[in-house]
């Protein structure tokens, strides 16, 4: 009896112990490592309070790395969910064309991070890349992709859009193909046009793809980090320097443990209050059947 | 032996009593029928019985063996589930060979088994088919290959026929007597088809609500039922139940004691308006709707005791809506406030139908 | 509605386009890694390179102890898979199958786990991994991806779905709880496993940031780590050596991508939708 009580608990425990090892336990630990002052050698690990916290709040760079952070993510989900909806409805038809055009725009999103991002710098090669061989071709010359901080962010953008964009339109045709035929059926009996069904029928039904889309790009952008290290080191002057590439630096290479904790932290909160904020929210208005 | 006893048998499900002190005795080698509305607690009676969920308090016997905390696996006892509950990842043999492998049974007599029984339900060549490549039917051979394999001591059926179309449900119905004759094992089975459990129980327990209101054989059953509920329960029309203050103008004064009169349609004769006898109850009705079935007619009628259902074997009568009910005072059943059964001692000659000077106008029966 | 020849050609053009658009970067990383170091520098670039040069990929395989990041990430890869298999499918099913205390606890758990980006919790795994004395090694590696949310998650949602009788028909056959998960549920779940397994085992051989977080020393480094060191071969990059690298790299998942397109396609689109 007592063994039939126990056994779920024995079946969750080693899924539970890992997750307490690597992500419950790191998270208090860095927390706790967000109130102390540590170079990583040192064998104490003085307290400081909020010192951190203030300090970061007040480094002009770390507010740079938030804001290069916040733009990264925002306008990568909004341009890989807006792009990959219209080719969603372009692409949601029947044939070898479309499937072999599916296949295609789907490849990068199984391909290393590491081989996208040093293909994409030669493409975006100032003297020799692809890029701007094909901009020439209109006269468009030199453009310094990843070299000037004007466009450096840009760049990583476009690639993580590039990268994503087949993965998010598979999704959005999976889920236009959830949507059931007769509605269209019932629009189109009552003369809707084009744009409105796209608007009162299909978006609305699309939402909860939509929402979930948002939360899991915002999340994943949150965390970008291997272009950055292979294309750009975070430069130039900053402008690539993002969340986790700063946290990687300021332990790994400035030894800096209780900064680069805090600065995790401080992601932390904000991926908390947005996600809560979001569910709270948006979450009542999406369309669930 | 494999008697099957149920001692104060209580379930509860969080705060809901779902069978209340149940005390039952199944026979061995019955073929017993658990029938009651949806809800009454059939199948968790049954589940009960299998070992798959446990009493809240009581006991079960098998045999003189208390299983109570006994695992399922261990109880020598099949199931047919209403699905079918097949392993749709296995083919038919593997199928019906998973329990022998589970009780160790080696291989060589395990292909024995597997033959003798796939012979009898007539599967043989469907044995390395997977389940979604067979009809409803042969889904249905295989639970039941599956189950009696086994060779268990006990056979539990949950509605196993529920998914079948009628025509195969008829024939499975033939199929499963004969099977309980061949095995001659208990059979429990579960519906809530009352037409199924008449005609295939020779034992039949009746619930409601998670208590039980009867058990007889099929025949006790029709024409001796303990209630209201049962007299409702069993019979197609139901049996018509009117307050007996409703009835007073056609009683009388002897069977006043009663709360409720009820007499079966089928007992029930359409006469023409003079026609009057002594012991019998006449009631001046209107004819509401008539549904003819072929061999009989059944019609709903109203007169100033309420609405009734009255079946007859004869022609329909299509050139009146007028006529009179002529119910026999002997098959007159009484209810008392709580809905039990009065039996009566009254004893009276009712007059033959053959003895009577004016024909019927339309005669039932 | 549009059989305008027209709009055809616009049509047919546009896919074109998109195809170019997202298949021509490979084109070029494996006709690059052919070229001569002088070719790659031609301008506009030669699609078809003059001739094979080979030795590109010899001479990437043999610039770095390749033979040994190519069997750590085959080690990292599956060793991964293996676990998480051995926790997510007992988890999934006692989350799926059992009423207890603390169920919902434990898997909202779980669900927070899924929620946090695990890129930005490395420096605590890091210092955490060196108190178990586990850093740069292939145990660091696998042992914070020892099992997933996600699949248990997947894998929960499949369980619950097959129907209560069938795991009671099995108990009356007498088969054990171990045995109804190995013989009744995992067969059945076998399309969402096979999805879980592409999906982990793409995840992790491409990974890059672990390794580079983890490791120091070449004993236990992977082969994204050994791709991305070409880059620093003396001074100038030699595109057509670091493009054969890649390709070693991006192989095995196009061998796999190849034979299994659609299923993981499906597999990936499946693990977004639901
Ligand atoms: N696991 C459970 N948890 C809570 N309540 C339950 C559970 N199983 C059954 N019940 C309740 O117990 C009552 C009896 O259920 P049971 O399945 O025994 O009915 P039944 O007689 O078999 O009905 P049917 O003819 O519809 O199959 C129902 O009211 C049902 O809601
Ligand atoms: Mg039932």
Known sequence: MSWIKARPYVMIFPAILVFTLFFLYPIGYMIFLSFHDWNFVSPVKEFVGFSNFTSLMEDAKFLQVLRNTFMYSGLTVFLTISISLLLALWLNKKGAMYGMVQGAIFSPHIISLVSISMLWMWIMDTDYGLLNWFLGLFGITNIPWLTDPKTSLLSLIIVAVWKGIGYYTLIFIAGLQSIPRDIYEAAALDDTNRIRTFFKLTLPMLSPTLFFLTIIGLIGSFQVFETISIMTKGGPINSTNTIVYYIYENGFRFFKIGYASTAGVILLLIIGIFTVFYFKLLGRKVHYQ | MAEIRLENIVKKFNEDTVVKNLNLTIQDGSFTVIVGPSGCGKSTTLRMIAGLEAPTSGDIWIGDECVTHTEPGKRNIAMVFQNYALYPTMTVRKNIEFGLVNKKVPKAEREVLIREISDIVGLTEHLDKKPQQLSGGQRQRVALARAMVKKPKVFILDEPLSNLDAKLRGQMRRELIELHQKLGITFIYVTHDQVEAMSMGDQIILLDKGVMQQVDNPMKMYHDPNNVFTAEFIGTPAMNIVKRTEMDRYLPDLFKKAAFVGFKPEHALLVDEEWAISNYVIMESEILTTETLGAETIYAVRNEAGMMNIKSFTEPITNTKKIHVAVAYDKLYFFDIAEERIRHSYSHNTIPLSQVKKPALVGGN | ?274
């Open chain 3, 1 to 274: 509605m549009k059989k305008n020849p027209f709009w055809k050609v616009i049509n047919g053009i546009g896919l074109l386009l998109l195809i170019c658009i997202f298949a021509l970067p490979f084109v070029w990383m494996i006709s690059t890694s052919f070229k001569t170091l002088g070719e790659t520098m031609t301008f506009p670039p030669n699609w078809i390179p003059n001739q094979l040069l080979w030795e590109n990929f010899s001479k990437a395989w043999n610039s770095g102890p390749f033979l040994k990041y190519f069997l750590n990430s085959t080690i990292v890869s599956v060793g991964i898979l293996i676990l998480q298999f051995a926790t997510i499918i007992p988890a999934a099913y006692a989350f799926a199958r059992y009423r207890f205390k603390g169920n919902n606890f434990f898997f909202g758990v779980t669900m927070v786990t899924l929620m946090i980006p695990t890129q930005l919790i490395f420096l605590p795994v890091y210092l955490q991994m060196s108190a178990f004395g586990l850093l740069d090694s292939l145990w660091g590696l696998i042992l914070p991806f020892a099992s997933s949310a996600f699949g248990i998650f997947l894998l929960r949602q499949s369980f619950k779905q097959v129907p209560e009788e069938l795991l009671e028909a099995a108990r009356l056959d007498q088969a054990s709880e171990w045995k109804i998960i190995i013989k009744i549920m995992v067969p059945m779940a076998k399309p969402v496993l096979i999805t879980f397994a592409m999906f982990s085992f793409i995840a992790h051989w491409n990974d890059y940031f672990w390794p580079l977080v983890m490791t120091t020393t070449e004993a236990s480094r992977t082969l994204p780590l050994g791709i991305a060191k070409l880059r620093e071969v003396d001074g100038g990059v030699a595109w057509n050596i670091l493009m054969a690298g890649n390709l070693i790299l991006v192989i095995p998942i196009l061998i796999i991508f190849f034979f299994g397109q659609r299923q993981i396609i499906r597999a990936f689109v499946y693990t977004g939708v639901k």
